[in-house]
């Protein structure tokens, strides 16, 4: 599947991989990436909208959809080499700065982005997701449960692969049933689109969340000890959980950002999907800054 009215280009980014990107619009740039267990496709409403006035570009991540999937040597999926990958992208693209806006695990590249190259990213949404250290620190007890997938992609290679890969439609399939409000938002052929994506690329999804749970820990404990911040313009959006929360999810972000706007809609885990509406006004909002 393509969003309609976009171009699609193959683009190398690194030695031996390169990225599917959908390409759109003219105007300033502003790259989307994608998040679990998805692909570029969750950004079309926003995109279509955006691309009215900006240069919009969708890739699908290192080891996700039409993306290339190299084999894991350990740095691989570092969210750092993903970041890598997206400032790369842009620049053949012909970009040198660029907004960025990220969902789940895109949105833990694009904060890896605004961190590693400050002076490239002007602007950075995040939808729905903490900055990874964060979410370590504050899962814990029994309401760890909602995040099983984390803790079993942790597990050395081996295991997980062939867990997930055994029964794959029903791994990915739990997250697009259990995370959404509004089950039309995300039509049938769009599902399909994402589960024949992610049964395709067990190893390098496990190799993502993996890096999650180690070498992307210590970029994070390393910026955390420099001070490091985002220094661009920063929008969060998450769902709105309430008291259920746990945490207090604002003072986390402002840990790391030094112009931060926080907000929740009124959506499950998929609001680019279910609520594009929303997610547009706060993205437009944001690039006016």
């Not at 976009?6 to 003219?26: H, I, K």
């Not at 992208?89 to 605004?114: C, M, N, P, T, Y």
């Not at 706007?261 to 006004?281: L, N, R, S």
Request: aromatic letters at 8%; a negative charge.
């Amino acid at each position: 599947m393509q969003i309609p009215g976009f171009d699609y280009r193959r683009v190398p980014v690194a030695d031996g991989v390169s990225l599917n990107a959908a390409v759109g619009g003219t105007g300033a740039p502003i790259v989307l990436l994608h998040g679990f267990p998805q692909t570029h496709l969750m950004w079309r409403h926003v995109a279509a909208d955006l691309a009215v006035d900006h240069t919009v570009i969708c890739p699908d991540l290192r080891g996700y959809g039409d993306s290339d999937k190299p084999a894991d040597t350990g740095g691989t999926y570092s969210k750092r080499t993903m970041a890598a990958d997206v400032v790369a992208l842009a620049r053949a693209l012909g970009h040198e700065r660029f907004a960025l806006a990220g969902h789940d695990r895109g949105a833990l590249v694009a904060i890896r982005a605004g961190l590693d190259h400050p002076d490239v990213i002007t602007h950075l949404a995040s939808l729905d997701v903490l900055p990874t250290l964060d979410m370590w620190q504050v899962m814990r007890g029994v309401t760890a449960a909602v995040g099983f997938h984390l803790y079993l992609m942790a597990q050395p290679p081996g295991l997980p692969e062939r867990m997930i890969g055994a029964v794959p439609d029903e791994f990915f399939g739990y997250f697009l049933d259990a995370w959404i409000q509004r089950p039309e938002a995300i039509p049938a052929d769009v599902r399909a689109a994402y589960l024949k994506a992610s049964r395709e690329a067990v190893p390098s999804i496990v190799a993502d969340y993996r890096a999650s749970a180690t070498i992307d820990v210590e970029h994070d404990t390393a910026d955390r000890q420099r001070g490091t911040l985002l220094r661009m313009p920063v929008t969060v959006l998450q769902q709105d959980w309430g008291a259920a929360l746990g945490y207090d999810a604002t003072a986390l972000w402002r840990a790391w950002a030094t112009d931060l706007h926080h907000a929740t809609v009124t959506a499950g885990h998929f609001m680019a999907e279910e609520a594009p509406a929303e997610v547009i006004k706060a993205l437009r909002d944001l690039l006016a800054r």
